[in-house]
């Protein structure tokens, strides 16, 4: 049946998933990328979320060309409720939420960022489900131990991100295509809590906080059917949307800065095919 997908008030009705925008887009087969920031409440004027699918800002000071990554706590507490609340806002009833945030921090004072992050998910409407264990397994960029070989003030430091599950409404979903595609290995893997798999290079990528692919392959085959609508709301350098479009999803992003934009845009062509005319 024809979806409907209404952005800034206006509304595309097709076959297949298109979408009408003022903001500067790029599409490509079953993928859109938006210019623009998921802090703007309008962007998006109804629902059309069945995943999401996103790791934001860490604020640990990395150069981002257009995002300030040394908020004060409080600051990036509220920025990340603000973009939470409108992704909820733009979301399908049952759609599901991974989010790739940090266990802790220690830049700029010892934060328990995961949790803190977790409870603002929660404020913003999202109901918890379970948290996935991401283990990098890099260790080797450590440079702080506190007091080296001292009782006195050592630093703990665990080499794993979190995965946090969370969804809107019902956690069992009984909307959209019902056509899975996970095999029963990898589905008794992943289901497993702890996930074991190394982090993108950044000089490889040319983003500064680049995500491996297998992060998004699995939340994508795991938590949607064919069909459903995955959603970025930091796309960065794309990898969400280009695993969503090899994987029979429609991916949608947003990415604020111009040259992230660019670079998203050039690795869903040269990975997913170039354009279709």
Known sequence: ????????????????????????????????????????????????????????PYNVGIEYNSNDDELNYEQYLNFSEKWMTNCYNWSNTQARFCLNIPLDKNKGGHRAVGADLTKIAQKAGWIYQSTIIWNEGNISRRTAWGSWKSASAPFVIAPVELIVILYKDQWKKTNGTKVSDVTGDEFKD????????????????????????????????????????????????????????????????????????????????????????
């Open 190 to 277: 992943w289901t497993q809590g702890v996930w074991v798999f190394n982090g993108e290079s950044k000089k490889r990528i040319g983003h500064p906080a680049p995500f491996p692919k297998d992060l998004p392959y699995r939340c994508i085959k795991l938590f949607s059917y064919q069909r459903d609508v995955v959603f970025d709301p930091f796309a960065g350098s794309g990898t969400t949307l280009i695993v969503a479009q090899s994987t029979n999803r429609i991916g949608v992003g947003v990415e604020i800065d111009g040259e992230y934009f660019k670079l998203a845009k050039n690795r869903i062509l040269k990975d997913t095919g170039s354009l279709e005319l």
């Open 1 to 56: 049946m024809p979806v409907e997908y209404p952005i800034n008030n206006k509304v595309n009705t097709v076959e297949e998933p298109a979408f009408v925008a003022e903001k500067e887009c790029f599409k490509h087969k079953s993928t859109i990328l938006f210019k623009g920031s998921c802090l703007d409440e309008d962007l998006f004027q109804k629902q059309f979320i069945d995943l999401i699918v996103t790791s934001p």
